[in-house]
């Protein structure tokens, strides 16, 4: 639905679908003699045929419209209430309806005139009638010739009562284009609505074809107020969807352009205090409207795809409606609404956001339920980038659909902007720095576990955890453990190293194990004595069977080294090695990985394998020590006498624990000749892969030129040569080259030559 604009409104009502047509009764050609038509508690249509050869020997000018050269017939009817509603529809022909107290003269009734399309509802609506007079209803064909007939149906029922509780006085279908008049008064009515301070009025509608509506109250005597509610609201205690006071001096006067299909509550009073006489025309009009969005009803939403990255959609709320849901009090609701849909995942943990397109200033709601009954979780206004809107809920239900709702800020813009729906990623938290990758305990009487607040730990915040928590978080590590009993016991035995000493706190949460964790509440005691006093964290109310988690921090970011008794801990990866490779070089095997995190620790010791199971160590190089930033490092193996190799790390920390990489392998196809060792004293060794014997010439080159000179050979099923040439040569930097009998060059390679 487009939003609302101030101003005259037109709203077209059709009472007659689904009535039963129970007679035949046509109008009288003049008078004084007039067909009678019944007064029913409702609509029940009688049908009619006007000639052609009716006269307008009666005609008087009507006071709704100009021109009185119509032919006209006549029905009279006697009043059973002083409100008394007409509806009629001409088939074929524009048709007018007027009132009068006498049959062809008399006063025209207040109201009681109206003009109306063929196939539109003409609907007059009669207050102030007294009880067993007789009213007099002048029914004039307003196009075609003389000549020409008309049909249509008719009838006269009692008002429905506006003075009752929520949905109020039903006035049935209204058609698209017809103008419904009514009028009332508020004076000692009952206050039936929390919008309302005086006496008010109720009246409910039904819509069976997307138009535009005006609710006209502009020819009111006292200060109104007018409040536009969807019957699935309820009742007229929560949020209207649209609301009106002044549209016309102190009188009311609402617009909303293309008003969705549905039944609609409309509740009058006055301002403050204010109460009176009104009359009020709802007028449908511009019927069908523009095509307003695929989504821009729920149960039509957009499904969008769950990322775990803002990936946004575009869409334009063009043409778009307002919908028949509760104004969902945020960001100025005012229409032009579009719907979309998300299944939330299994962590339930959902980010919404909007980015500016055209529209620079949007609202944003999340919803529960089905379509066609939803629940309002949140609404934010402007918590995303600029003027646009982001929700963030990590309590929401895996599994279930999430509706999803955005319009422009006050609802008078249309335009694109983009939106998108998204799960935190927490797939990078490989250590139990994070509450994703918890370190795991076992309860154990006889053991203790260390660990460390250093800086390689950083602030590891997630969801509502800070505001469980006693401090403030700086530096914390987490431990996951599997309640065997409602209660648990952390005995810290030691904190050294620091003068702040440790904080600590025990939870239970959703997430973990690469899934981000989130809706925390605390278990414990929270232990952070602000210095090294030692104490128990200790956790109650545990269900046994359930994960809970255990958070470890420095107080004030304190690095300290800490023990609990009574409990093993594993997982605990003080180096995170990511990007572990080798790949060839010309002249040696290149090793590469990169840590981004370490703690304590010492060396990185290289080991290679040509079997993959037993290896020999090759290298070592002194790891970082602590470290909370990304340390490439790199190894260069020049003994690469096989073509299919093998390596691992091995990292060891100060205190002697060791942990091991994964292994990788090296395929290298160029490899038809190896030489090793390298560096050597002297003696190498030359492995020739190619079975068949064969001649080669080696040519030993060093820094100035210099060059020694052998001839080898080699034997089928001996194919590995050992040389002495550089024994006796001074110790350097040499130039290799095997070339075959031909001259061919097998192998080229630099060969260092120390004692």
């Avoid at 609509?43 to 307008?56: D, I, K, L, P, W």
């Avoid at 062809?104 to 109206?114: E, F, I, L, S, Y």
């Avoid at 307002?322 to 995942?345: E, Q, R």
């Avoid at 000749?673 to 060093?702: K, L």
């Amino acid at each position: 639905m487009k939003p609302i604009r101030l101003g005259k409104v037109v709203f077209t009502l059709s009472l007659f679908a689904g009535t039963q047509l129970v007679a035949q009764i046509n109008p009288s050609d003049g008078c004084p003699t007039t067909a009678v038509l019944p007064v029913n508690t409702s609509c029940v249509a009688n049908t009619y045929f006007m000639s052609g050869t009716f006269t307008n020997g009666a005609l008087i000018a009507p006071t709704c419209t100009s021109g009185s050269d119509r032919d006209d017939g006549w029905y009279s009817f006697v009043a059973t209430a002083s409100s008394i509603t007409i509806e009629e529809v001409s088939s074929d022909r524009t048709h007018l309806i007027q009132v009068r107290t006498a049959c062809g003269g008399g006063t025209a009734v207040a109201g009681g005139c109206a003009v109306a399309n063929p196939g539109v509802t003409n609907t007059v609506n009669l207050t102030g009638l007294t009880v067993g007079t007789t009213y007099y209803i002048q029914l004039q064909r307003r196009s075609g010739t003389n000549g020409n007939n008309m049909n249509g149906t008719i009838c006269v029922y009692q008002t429905p009562n506006p003075d009752q509780p929520w949905p109020g006085a039903n006035l049935g279908t209204l058609a698209c284009t017809s103008t419904t008049t009514l009028s009332g008064n508020t004076g000692t009515e009952t206050v039936d609505c929390s919008v309302s301070s005086a006496g008010d009025h109720i009246y409910q509608f039904t819509t069976s074809q997307l138009s535009d509506l005006t609710i006209d109250l502009c020819g009111s005597i006292y200060d109104t107020e007018v409040h536009l509610f969807s019957l699935g609201d309820g009742n007229c205690n929560v949020p209207a969807l649209y609301t009106n006071d002044d549209g016309c001096g102190v009188q009311s006067s609402l617009y909303v352009s293309c008003l969705p299909v549905g039944t609609y509550v409309i509740v009058i009073e006055g301002s403050g205090t204010a109460e009176g006489a009104y009359t009020m025309d709802i007028i449908l009009n511009n019927c069908g409207c523009p095509t307003p969005p695929p989504n821009d009803e729920p149960c039509t939403a957009t499904a969008l795809t769950v990322n775990t990255s803002c990936i946004s959609v575009t869409d334009d709320n063009t043409n778009a409606t307002a919908s028949a849901v509760a104004n969902p009090g945020c960001a100025s609701y005012n229409g032009a609404d579009l719907w979309y849909t998300a299944v939330v995942p299994a962590g339930g943990w959902l980010y919404f956001e909007t980015t500016a397109g055209t529209i620079t200033d949007g609202g944003l709601a999340i919803y529960s339920g089905t379509c066609a009954a939803l629940t309002l979780i949140d609404c934010d206004d402007d918590s995303g980038t600029g003027n646009m809107s982001l929700i963030q809920n990590s309590t929401l239900t895996p599994g279930s659909t999430i509706y999803i709702r955005h319009w422009e800020f006050g609802g008078n813009f249309e335009g694109t902007y983009d939106i998108c729906v998204y799960e935190p990623d927490c797939s990078a938290n490989t250590t139990n720095d994070f509450c994703e990758d918890a370190g795991s305990l076992t309860l154990n009487p006889s053991a203790t576990f260390s660990s460390s607040t250093a800086s390689i730990y950083t602030n590891d915040s997630p969801d509502n955890v800070e505001a469980e928590f006693c401090g403030t978080i700086q530096n914390n590590s987490w431990y996951q453990f599997v309640a065997t009993s409602t209660t648990h016991t952390f005995p810290i035995s030691t904190v050294v190293g620091c003068t702040n000493g440790i904080q600590a706190e025990v939870y239970e949460f959703t997430g973990g194990s690469g899934s981000c964790c989130h809706s925390f509440t605390s278990m414990s005691n929270c232990y952070n004595p602000g210095n090294t006093s030692l104490g128990t964290v200790t956790a109650t109310g545990l269900t046994v069977g359930n994960t809970y988690i255990l958070m470890i921090d420095g107080y004030a970011g304190a690095n300290c080294d800490f023990t609990i008794t009574g409990w093993s801990a594993t997982n605990i990866l003080p180096v995170e090695i990511v990007d572990f490779q080798v790949k060839p070089n010309n002249a040696f095997n290149h090793l590469m990985w990169l840590t981004k995190s370490e703690l304590n620790s010492k060396w990185f010791v290289i080991e290679r394998s040509s079997d993959g199971e037993n290896y020999v160590e090759i290298g070592k190089l002194d790891a970082a020590g602590n470290s909370s930033q990304d340390v490439p490092y790199f190894y260069k193996d020049y003994d690469f006498r096989h073509p299919k190799l093998y390596y691992r790390l091995k990292e060891i920390d100060y205190d002697g624990t060791v942990q091991y990489t994964e292994s990788i392998m090296l395929m290298r196809t160029d490899v038809e000749v190896s030489v090793y060792p390298n560096p050597t004293s002297g003696v190498i060794s030359i492995n020739f892969y190619q079975e068949p014997a064969s001649d080669y010439t080696i040519r030993y080159t060093d820094a100035l030129g210099r060059v020694v000179v052998e001839t080898i050979k080699t034997t089928l099923g001996n194919t590995t040569y050992v040389s002495s040439a550089l024994v006796n040569l001074p110790d350097g930097i040499y130039f290799m080259e095997i070339l075959d009998v031909s001259g061919g060059v097998v192998l080229q390679q630099k060969l260092i030559k120390s004692e």
